[in-house]
């Protein structure tokens, strides 16, 4: 099973802040690797698929990075509808949820 | 406008059964891939299981593997999942979701998902 790791778990952030969240692969999945931002109560929302490439009506604040075992995603002046966890999730053998990373 | 509307969620005792179901509408449900995804309460996301647009495809995380069942009615433009020997730690929010870029792809469209809570 590919395991995949998010860091950091918690990320303290203000408005206007640029954020980066890491998320590592056990093993290679070149670049098929999808982002999610999700709110309490909500279903999680789909903004980063094959790494870098935006999901439509996604703001361009966000953007991701990375292939291989190693991605980014980055957030450039942060929102307050951004504040929110975010998921990173491999497709490269079945799929797999990284942990989460809280942006407080 | 695409829509996925889970219920049959319910508490339900260990070892116990139940069925989900996922009700879809805004696509042309048939042509479409689906799978279910969990999020235990205050946990993340785990994915459960998916099927191909025809059904004769089926794939499971090994933690379901042999108690659930996923399969669809695509006259009826819904997606189940059968869940046997339920466990405490099946305890979650089952998301039905659309995998984009194969059947085990990433989700772009969620429905709002429904509560299982497995307890005595």
């Known amino acids: 099973d590919i395991q995949m790791t998010q860091s950091p778990s918690i990320l303290s952030a203000s408005v206007g802040d640029r954020v980066t969240i890491t998320c590592r692969a056990s093993q290679s999945i070149n670049t098929w690797l999808a982002w999610y931002q999700q709110t309490p109560g909500k279903a999680p929302k789909l903004l980063i698929y094959k790494a870098s490439s935006l999901e439509g009506g996604v703001p361009s604040r966000f953007s991701g990075s990375g292939s291989g075992t190693e991605f980014t995603l980055t957030i450039n002046s942060l929102q307050p509808d951004d504040f929110a966890t975010y998921y990173c999730q491999q497709y490269s053998d079945y799929c797999t949820f990284g942990q989460g990373t809280k942006v407080e | 406008e695409v829509r996925l509307v889970e219920s049959g969620g319910m508490l339900v005792q260990p070892g116990g059964s139940l069925r989900l179901s996922c009700a879809a509408s805004g696509f042309t449900f048939a042509t479409y891939p689906l799978s279910w995804v969990r999020q235990a309460p205050g946990r993340g996301l785990e994915w459960v299981s998916s099927t191909s647009a025809s059904g004769s495809s089926t794939y499971y995380a090994e933690s379901v593997k042999g108690r659930f069942t996923i399969s669809r009615d695509n006259s009826r433009s819904t997606l189940f999942l059968q869940m046997n020997s339920l466990r405490a730690e099946d305890t979650a929010i089952y998301y039905c979701?659309?995998?984009?870029?194969?059947?085990?792809?990433?989700?772009?469209?969620w429905g709002q998902g429904t509560l299982v809570s497995v307890s005595s």
């Open positions: 979701a659309h995998p984009m870029g194969g059947i085990l792809g990433y989700f772009d469209f």
